[in-house]
């Protein structure tokens, strides 16, 4: 039965059309173009940098407000905020650095809108970044500058014309290698000289993951005094997954010159070991190479040696020191569209929100977190169409609610700007429950693609190429619990497009990559994957400790190590049950010898390798002969096997559907049944 509506629904259906689609007269958004008054009398504000007052009534375009902290004053007001149905725009191609924060709310038949307007197609700015007068530039050496920006508000990031600078650091580029052992956390052994095995170790990192145009410096501590690295920061590589950096201890006995001991004021998250690397950074003396910088707390001083060489007075030099550029706290019903965000630490912040929460077509550069979305247990909300570039860290981040939907976002160089990684990495790190990731594009993130928790979740049809380029053990597509058997299932990847999963061991222990295509790491259970495309990672898909996965209909073509990757290493009896049926795998590995295979079984622990059902499967190897790599252990002894999948039939009763292709594999997976 259809339901009769009202006038004023309709005009409420109108409204909400005009305002979640294009703009109206290059986003002049208001109640009047319909010749309707909203529910509530809802009023359109108007903001105009350049030729607004703050003591204009703000309701027109030819007498608009003009500064963000109007908004946020009004936003925040408990006597008068801003009503249901209220929009309040920004003029097109205006700067504001400033920071918007609002906590009125809408309704779900009224949100408040914040958007742009005017006939420019360039949208309007907020920026967490303050600009550095050209005026205050002085030389400090031939390549160096100085400007006296003061001590109340440190910069987070440096950008020159656009372009992130990094931090002064010592060495350069890549990392210094620890010579033994490190005694505990706060200790890190440095290199005094670099011995023949260390320093062919770092020629060969340089070469293999830097490429030649970019050569790891082999530097040591040589020379170096304890006042030159006191109070400087150190980063480390503790695990491949992760870049960590901590102070370095203040005091002048932070640094041994004769032992090449530093000592750390807040502990590593593991103690570094021979061939572990790390790096220094943030002391004037290492300001040697363009494109970086430095501030000094004390005299307030910002130091920057420019890609050019020239005065920085030649150029645009903003400084990040604003928490965030955009939040929506404690509010719901609120849509940010239409607007850029540059170099805030969080560009776009939806913080403890109730329900309706909107953030669409919204353009957010640099900064640490691209876009963060926070929101209570039961409660919704829309992060759709957005352009997220050059966060340092993460490009979408949403922690927690229920019935989240990210969709049709462009993520590119999350985590993977310069040369500095710094702590995990994500182009998009989900945590919710009944929600949607789908048809995103990523490129180019320096960790995980999309690392997804929460039941009920499904990752749909993304498009993603380039992960892992900075650290690794990671994968395009990652998921793990915090323990075993939690109650999140109900989980689905697929239909998603996968690429170029790289790795980068440069800074660890070990002399190879670990980049999935899928990954299903510890504790992981009940999750559907189907359907999708995996092309060039070490492993197309990797089950680490997991149970109740069933993998179908998928197709993992040109991996560097193993098509299908399943170990148990943590709970005995807990890796089973999973159902691999109906796939193309295919590996492009030269030899049995290396351990890899089309797929690799292989059991840490007590008892026999019995991970699941595999059947159905199109097995690809042009390199080597055998299909199959088995390996058990049991106490002190592991026995290992790899076997041609006719011999894998007959050994484990498995996979009696399944071909053998030996070369190349085309068409589609396999029909399962047939």
């Known amino acids: 039965m259809r339901t009769k509506w009202s006038g004023l629904q309709k005009a409420g259906a109108a409204v909400r059309a005009l305002l979640s689609g294009p703009t109206l007269a290059g986003g002049l958004l208001c109640w009047m173009a319909l010749g309707l008054a909203s529910p509530a009398q809802a009023t359109t504000y108007y903001v105009d940098n350049v030729a607004g007052n703050d003591n204009n009534s703000g309701t027109s375009t030819t007498s608009p407000w003009q500064t963000v902290l109007k908004v946020t004053t009004k936003g925040n007001s408990t006597s008068a905020p801003f009503k249901p149905g209220d929009a309040i725009l920004f003029k097109n191609g205006d700067v504001w650095r400033e920071r918007l924060a609002l906590t009125s709310?809408?309704?779900?038949?009224?949100?408040i809108v914040i958007g742009g307007y005017g006939s420019s197609t360039v949208k309007p700015i907020i920026s967490g970044a303050d600009l550095v007068p050209s005026s205050a530039w002085k030389a400090y050496t031939s390549h160096i500058y100085v400007a006296a920006i003061g001590t109340a508000t440190p910069p987070d990031q440096v950008y020159v014309d656009g372009t992130f600078y990094e931090v002064a650091r010592y060495p350069t580029n890549g990392y210094m290698i620890v010579p033994k052992n490190s005694p505990n956390t706060t200790t890190v052994v440095g290199p005094l000289a670099l011995s023949v095995e260390q320093s062919a170790y770092v020629a060969s990192t340089a070469a293999a993951v830097l490429g030649a145009a970019a050569p790891v410096k082999m530097a040591t501590l040589s020379g170096l005094s304890s006042s030159q690295i006191a109070g400087s920061t150190l980063v480390a590589r503790p695990n491949p997954w992760t870049?960590?950096?901590?102070?370095?201890?203040?005091?002048?006995?932070?640094?041994?010159?004769?032992?090449?001991?530093?000592?750390?004021?807040?502990?590593?998250?593991?103690?570094?070991?021979?061939?572990?690397?790390?790096?220094?950074?943030?002391?004037?003396?290492?300001?040697k190479e363009a494109g970086q910088w430095y501030y000094d707390p004390v005299a307030g001083n910002l130091y920057v040696w420019t890609v050019a060489g020239d005065s920085p007075a030649n150029h645009v030099v903003e400084i990040a020191d604003r928490p965030n550029g955009i939040e929506v706290e404690g509010a719901g019903y609120v849509t940010v569209q239409n607007i850029q965000e540059n170099y805030g630490q969080v560009g776009v912040l939806s913080s403890n929100t109730t329900n309706g929460v909107v953030f669409n077509n919204l353009t957010v550069v640099g900064g640490v977190t691209g876009i963060s979305f926070s929101t209570c247990a039961t409660c919704g909300g829309t992060v759709e169409n957005n352009v997220i570039t050059g966060s340092l860290r993460y490009g979408v981040v949403v922690a927690g609610g229920s019935g989240i939907t990210v969709t049709k976002n462009t993520v590119q160089n999350?985590?993977?700007?310069?040369?500095?990684?710094?702590?995990?990495?994500?182009?998009?790190?989900?945590?919710?429950?009944?929600?949607?990731?789908?048809?995103?594009?990523?490129?180019?993130?320096?960790?995980?693609?999309?690392?997804?928790?929460?039941?009920?979740?499904?990752?749909?049809?993304?498009?993603?190429?380039?992960?892992?380029?900075?650290?690794?053990?990671?994968?395009?597509?990652?998921?793990?619990?915090?323990?075993?058997?939690?109650?999140?299932?109900?989980?689905?990847?697929?239909?998603?497009?996968?690429?170029?999963?790289?790795?980068?061991?440069?800074?660890?222990?070990?002399?190879?990559?670990?980049?999935?295509?899928?990954?299903?790491?510890?504790?992981?259970?009940?999750?559907?994957?189907?359907?999708?495309?995996?092309?060039?990672?070490?492993?197309?898909?990797?089950?680490?400790?997991?149970?109740?996965?069933?993998?179908?209909?998928?197709?993992?073509?040109?991996?560097?190590?193993?098509?299908?990757?399943i170990s148990a290493d943590k709970v005995v009896g807990y890796t089973t049950n999973n159902t691999i049926e109906g796939n193309v795998f295919q590996t492009l590995a030269t030899a049995n010898s290396s351990g890899y295979a089309v797929a690799n079984y292989t059991n840490h622990l007590a008892g026999n390798v019995n991970f699941g059902?595999?059947?159905?499967?199109?097995?690809?190897?042009?390199?080597?002969?055998?299909?199959?790599?088995?390996?058990?252990?049991?106490?002190?002894?592991?026995?290992?096997?790899?076997?041609?999948?006719?011999?894998?039939?007959?050994?484990?009763g498995q996979d009696a559907k399944s071909t053998d292709t030996t070369g190349t594999c085309s068409g589609a997976p396999p029909t399962i049944g047939k």
């Open 105 to 111: 709310a809408g309704t779900a038949a009224s949100p």
């Open 414 to 565: 999350a985590g993977n700007v310069m040369h500095q990684p710094d702590g995990d990495l994500a182009a998009i790190k989900f945590s919710a429950a009944n929600s949607v990731i789908s048809s995103n594009t990523i490129t180019n993130s320096g960790y995980n693609g999309i690392d997804f928790n929460g039941a009920n979740v499904s990752v749909l049809n993304n498009s993603i190429n380039g992960t892992c380029l900075k650290l690794d053990d990671c994968g395009a597509i990652y998921s793990s619990a915090a323990a075993p058997n939690d109650n999140e299932t109900g989980d689905v990847v697929s239909g998603n497009s996968i690429n170029n999963s790289i790795g980068n061991y440069s800074g660890t222990i070990y002399a190879f990559t670990e980049a999935m295509g899928i990954y299903l790491d510890d504790y992981r259970h009940d999750v559907t994957v189907t359907n999708n495309f995996v092309a060039n990672a070490d492993n197309g898909i990797y089950i680490h400790n997991g149970y109740n996965h069933v993998v179908t209909g998928n197709r993992f073509l040109s991996m560097r190590q193993n098509g299908i990757r």
């Open 243 to 287: 870049a960590q950096a901590v102070p370095v201890a203040s005091a002048t006995t932070a640094f041994e010159p004769g032992s090449g001991s530093i000592t750390t004021a807040s502990a590593l998250s593991s103690t570094l070991v021979t061939n572990n690397g790390f790096y220094l950074r943030n002391q004037l003396w290492m300001l």
């Open 613 to 652: 059902t595999f059947n159905y499967n199109t097995y690809c190897h042009p390199n080597m002969t055998g299909v199959i790599a088995e390996s058990a252990t049991a106490g002190t002894t592991t026995t290992a096997a790899t076997y041609t999948l006719a011999a894998w039939k007959k050994v484990s």
